[in-house]
């Protein structure tokens, strides 16, 4: 069974910096294309960052020069290393693996931001 356990979140103050973790289990997360999304409270689940296969990235434009995606297939996990964190990153963060068909999720992981 496929499992992916975030973990790393947590309460920052403004201007702060966390990393995520995205551990998977029952698979290797290389055959994958990773991502983290983001929801806020009352606001729609969006993509934040993705790593494909090849290790090219994307970000939304709102954390580009912020945040970093990363992988370590070696570690089978992905990482979100966020710096500079705003309130408006205030979210619950979930990992995503994405494969063809396949389609895996983490339950999620709280990061808030605040003085």
């Known amino acids: 069974q496929v499992q992916l356990v975030e973990s790393g979140g947590g309460l920052v103050q403004p201007g702060g910096s966390l990393t995520l973790s995205c551990a998977a289990s029952?698979?290797?997360?290389?055959?994958?294309?990773m991502a983290w999304y983001r929801q806020a409270p009352g606001k729609q689940r969006e993509l934040v960052a993705r790593i494909t296969r090849g290790d090219s990235t994307n970000y939304v434009d709102s954390v580009k020069d912020r945040f970093t995606i990363s992988r370590d297939n070696g570690k089978n996990t992905v990482y979100l290393q966020m710096n500079t964190l705003k309130p408006e990153d205030t979210a619950v963060y979930y990992c995503?693996?994405?494969?063809?068909?396949?389609?895996?999720w983490g339950k999620g992981t709280l990061v808030t931001i605040s003085s």
């Open positions: 995503n693996a994405r494969w063809a068909v396949l389609d895996y």
């Open positions: 029952g698979t290797r997360l290389s055959v994958f294309d």
